[in-house]
């Protein structure tokens, strides 16, 4: 077991890489310990959490809504939950990104600690502090920045994992490469899906390179300021396709990625959309989809990213190397239609 401690700006995080869900009552004694997981996590793990107190919420981000907020609090209030109470939230990131929320609020705050389950929460939504829910449609419209005492890493979870999960956190991986890690991008490059899948040291490795890519970026910019902008990259010509065309979220920001390559070819000469096109070919992410440009771009722009001079995009200048640039709306328009 590897037990890092990261200090954020904020707070100090514990990471319980190659950690076990069986030994959690170290990280979250018993007495105060209240598990919180989606329906789906539960059924499929159940043995895992019997003994312990369990709020069982709906699975999906549909349900990311005030309304559930409210049945966990009163479900914490039955449990005679109080401020020394630890909550855990087990699951992707609907649930770590509630639970985070409900722990900021609950009693003006009380302990939170992270057993993330996907692919996609554990290299990316269930570290940073960010949390919160939607608001109807509008995503991540209320929450708070706030960091949880612990995660802890079982990768034995993932053996139920769903293989679209796999390719939808896989996407953030490859993004995560192309914006920080040339030497990664090249080693994903040289395997596939099915290698990871199969070869858990290769993936567990994988997994802490990408938690330390994340939490570095994190470290650098906790409240969003600059460098944890470079997250959006593909993003947000994603967020837009994603939305229109009920697109999975790494199937829609893999798109996105590509033709964010593009136009990097033209404003900053970058060289490697083969690279990138191939990487996600190999994890079974689209690289290319038929939209309505004019309808997109009008999405695009309700996007907060823009300002009077144009669009706030992240590019790359080399693989490993992203940049972020003002780009006016119509030469957006023009560079996306080119490519498409
Ligand atoms: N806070 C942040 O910085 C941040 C960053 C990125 C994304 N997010 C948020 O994360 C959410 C997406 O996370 P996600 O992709 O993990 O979604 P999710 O939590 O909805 O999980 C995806 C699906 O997989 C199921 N599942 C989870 N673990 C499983 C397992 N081990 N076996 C079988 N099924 C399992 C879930 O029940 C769900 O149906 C979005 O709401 C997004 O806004 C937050
Ligand atoms: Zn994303």
Redesign the pocket.
Known sequence: MKNLKIKFSSASVSFILDGKFASIDKFADKANAIYIT????YA??EKKFKGKKTIVIP???EH?QQSTVDFIIEALLNFGATRSSILVGV???????MV?YVGGIYMRGVAVGFV??????MV?????????I?VGVY??MVGLIRQPSFLLYDVE??????QH?WE??FA?IIKHAAIKDAKMMAELNAHDLAYYQKNTKALKALIEKNVQIKVKVVQKDEFEKGDRKLLNFGHTLGHAIENEHALL??HAISIGMVYAAKISQVLQGFKDTGLLVDTLKKYGLPTTMHFDIEHTMEVMQKDKKKSAAGMQYVLLNKIGKAVYETVPMKSLQKLIKLYS
């Open positions: 989606d329906d789906h996590v499929l793990h699975a999906g981000e990311k699951g992707g990131g609907v649930v770590t990104d985070g993330p389950t996907t692919i996609l929460a990316d939504a269930s570290i940073g502090g960010k949390n919160g939607d995503k991540n979870f993932l053996t139920t994992l769903p999960q939808n956190g953030e979220h790494g």
